[in-house]
C-alpha cells in the first residue's frame, strides 16, 4: 500500500485514475480484489482527515470487543482476530503524515 501511496505522489494521473476506479487500479497492481467488492478511496487535504470504522466482526464475541475498547491484547491482536487482511495492511509502513497520531 505505501508503494502505491507514494506513486499517487508522483503522479497525478494514476491518483485521479485509482480515486475513479480503486478496484481497476488495485488489480492491474496485483491485489486480489474480490469481485462485487465496492471500494472507496478517500484523498485526505491540510484540514480534512478520513478515519474509517470497520464493520464489527461476527466472529468476536461481546466480552472480547469489551477487552479490545479497554486497550486489553491491543489493537494489533484485535485485528488479527477481526480481519486477516486488515492484520496484513496494519503491518505495512505508513507515512506519519497527521501530526497527533
Keep these: 500500500?505505501?508503494?502505491?501511496?507514494?506513486?499517487?505522489?508522483?503522479?497525478?494521473n494514476y491518483k485521479?485514475?485509482?480515486?475513479?476506479?480503486p478496484a481497476k487500479v488495485l488489480k492491474a497492481e496485483g491485489l486480489n480484489v474480490?469481485?462485487?467488492?465496492?471500494l472507496v478511496v478517500l484523498e485526505d487535504s491540510p484540514s480534512q482527515a478520513h478515519w474509517?470504522?470497520?464493520?464489527r466482526p461476527s466472529q468476536l464475541s461481546d466480552d472480547e470487543l469489551e477487552d479490545v475498547a479497554a486497550g486489553a491484547?491491543?489493537?494489533?491482536e484485535f485485528l488479527k482476530k477481526a480481519q486477516p487482511i486488515a492484520a496484513s495492511i496494519a503491518r505495512t509502513p505508513a507515512p506519519r503524515?497527521?501530526?497527533?497520531?
Design 1 to 12: 500500500m505505501s508503494q502505491i501511496i507514494a506513486k499517487c505522489w508522483m503522479d497525478a
Design 16 to 21: 485521479a485514475q485509482l480515486l475513479a476506479d
Design 34 to 38: 474480490p469481485t462485487g467488492l465496492q
Design 52 to 55: 474509517v470504522i470497520p464493520v
Design 73 to 76: 491484547g491491543g489493537f494489533y
Design 97 to 101: 503524515l497527521l501530526p497527533w497520531l
